[in-house]
């Protein structure tokens, strides 16, 4: 079979097949609600790089290719024929830039053995007896627009927009509420509009991961947010029609979505087969048929309010909690600082998105005043071997007492700070040894006396004088190297630590913190401070390796 032999998913071979045996099914790729129609679906939506390249070349003229061929050659195979005009297409490019000197297409157009295949395919695809149907073209495409924005682990899985949560009846009534309002009235999914700041983001702020339920997640995806969604149709505004004629179009729409949605992940999903062999798409049909009934709930004019109390805030906890477990794999990583750096800015990035769809939508407590809430600290985390490197700071403050003049020389040692010492009286010794000038602070009684007197201003416990005694000790007695190397490692466990602390501190925020907003500042407060940690020492970190492994880092 085509699909197991090139790799390639079954829902990207039938928007190609559809194409190669009815031109007119390119139609159903067109948005022709903007003011410049334009194909929704794009090349770069295939994963499947050959599929990719074939949708290109019917686009940019293989389909008139196709029909200039049939018509020049009447007796001919009309699957030969579709597919030279096809292979034709799909050649030109390479030989172009074969002749411009690419190696790389010179490569490729000599590998025969791969073109014959490719021909072979396009061949099979445009027999009549291919598995699929021309009509429902758009909902391949949308699977396979779909599964380029949400890759998934299984074979064949287009994609998974939602995880389920805590989550009851009563909810779930209230979320299909603010979809039967839209089904009812087309014109209030304009409540849910906004101008995001990132060309990139969804003009509607409320988005299918808000939803509780995975199956009214993919609904509002399919009715709104989605490529080709339901609102989008011809039939969803036509004033010739009913207003339940328009309604059934939308619910139907939607409805065949869902059981391709199934179709296509049924290959490694047994739930989803499950659902295809029970009919659960005419069940929630009904159930959308209900909703979309004026009286459903008490006013479906306040769809977008109902949106945010009952579905866009109970959702913001989760979400973060989910960004703490992101923020504790990047500590735990063995990426360089600078990658870490950059994956937590992204999480901030995603805080920041989130904040601004919530600024968007309707506050339903706009003007009431909340009493501050004290900071909520951290759950007591116990200090593993992969944080702690107490013997690693005892090595690093006995070079440095030996030759504080290794603080100015380029190298990690050069950034160390205060908290990359998780002992008090390292830390303090450190930050006098900062202070001190090279003779001074090579004088065992002058640096260990002003030790104490920073520890005393800071208002910290006091010092350990037999730690302090152990280190001057160490110092005149051990020889031991530059303190490079070990800088660099203490300056890894701060990064990492500090986005453990991060995560543990956002974690136990979307735990306790009643109010959405507030619960998105402190985030920010801590995925910032771990930001700060990890490009700051970026330069000195660990080389970034060539490729990027998801294995934990083996730090002592």
């Known amino acids: 079979m085509n699909n197991q032999w090139f790799g390639a998913p079954q829902h990207e071979l039938n928007v190609i097949s559809s ?36 949708y290109q ?58 073109w014959g295949g490719v021909h072979s395919a396009i061949r099979e695809m445009a027999q009549p007896t291919w598995p699929s149907n021309t009509e429902d073209a758009r909902h391949d495409a949308y699977v396979t627009a779909r599964a380029a924005q949400h890759p998934s682990t299984a074979e064949d899985v287009p994609f998974q927009l939602a995880r389920g949560r805590g989550y009851d009846e009563d909810a779930r009534t209230k979320e299909l509420a603010v979809i039967g309002a839209i089904l009812n009235n087309p014109e209030r999914a304009e409540q849910f509009r906004y101008n995001p700041s990132s060309p990139d983001s969804s003009p509607y702020w409320l988005q299918p991961q808000d939803f509780g339920d995975p199956a009214t ?47 296509h992940r049924s290959t490694g999903d047994e739930a989803a087969k499950a659902r295809l062999e029970s009919n659960a798409d005419q069940v929630i049909a009904a159930h959308l048929t209900r909703a979309s009934r004026p009286d459903f709930s008490p006013n479906p004019d306040n769809a977008s309010v109902y949106a945010v109390s009952f579905i866009l805030e109970p959702s913001i906890p989760a979400a973060v909690e989910d960004l703490a477990g992101q923020v504790r794999d990047h500590g735990l990583s063995d990426a360089s600082l600078y990658q870490i750096g950059i994956e937590l800015r992204t999480d901030e990035y995603t805080l920041d998105q989130l904040q601004e769809r919530l600024d968007a939508a ?29 013997p690693t700071e005892h090595r690093v403050l006995i070079s440095l007492m030996q030759d504080p003049s290794q603080l100015h020389s380029d190298g990690p040692t050069r950034s160390l700070a205060a908290q990359d010492f998780t002992q008090p009286e390292h830390a303090y010794l450190f930050k006098a040894i900062e202070s001190l000038s090279p003779a001074e602070a090579q004088d065992s009684w002058i640096l260990a006396n002003q030790a104490h007197q920073m520890a005393r201003y800071d208002g910290a416990p006091p010092l350990n004088h037999e730690e302090l005694n152990n280190i001057a000790y160490d110092a005149r007695t051990l020889h031991v190297p530059p303190a490079d190397q070990s800088a660099a490692h203490l300056v890894t466990m701060t990064v990492r630590r500090t986005a453990r602390d991060a995560s543990a501190a956002v974690q136990a925020a979307a735990q306790q913190t009643a109010d959405p ?28 390796p060539e490729r990027h492994s998801t294995q934990h880092a083996n730090v002592a």
């Open 57 to 114: 070349a019917l686009l940019e003229g293989g389909l008139s290719d196709i029909e200039q061929q049939l018509r020049a050659y009447p007796h001919v195979d009309p699957a030969q024929a579709t597919a030279d005009a096809v292979m034709a297409r799909m050649v030109a490019p390479h030989q172009q830039r074969a002749a411009a000197g690419d190696p790389r297409a010179h490569a490729a157009l000599s590998n025969s053995e791969y």
């Open 217 to 263: 997640a993919e609904i509002w995806d399919a009715l709104i947010t989605g490529p080709d969604p339901a609102i989008d149709l011809p039939s969803a505004t036509d004033p010739t029609l009913t207003e339940e004629q328009r309604t059934e179009a939308m619910i139907r729409h939607i409805s065949v979505r869902l059981y391709y949605n199934d179709y």
């Open 517 to 544: 907003r507030r619960l998105i500042d402190r985030s920010r407060e801590h995925l910032q401070q771990a930001t700060r940690e990890a490009l700051r020492y970026h330069q000195q970190s660990v080389p970034e």
């Open 19 to 54: 194409m190669l045996r009815d031109r007119s099914a390119v139609d159903q790729l067109v948005d022709w609600n903007r003011p410049d129609p334009q194909y929704w679906l794009r090349d770069d939506h295939f994963k499947t790089p050959w599929l990719g390249d074939a």
């Open 362 to 390: 309707p506050r339903t407590l706009a003007g009431y005043s909340t009493p501050d809430q004290p900071a909520i600290p951290a759950p007591q985390q116990s200090e593993g071997p992969s944080y702690t490197s107490r």
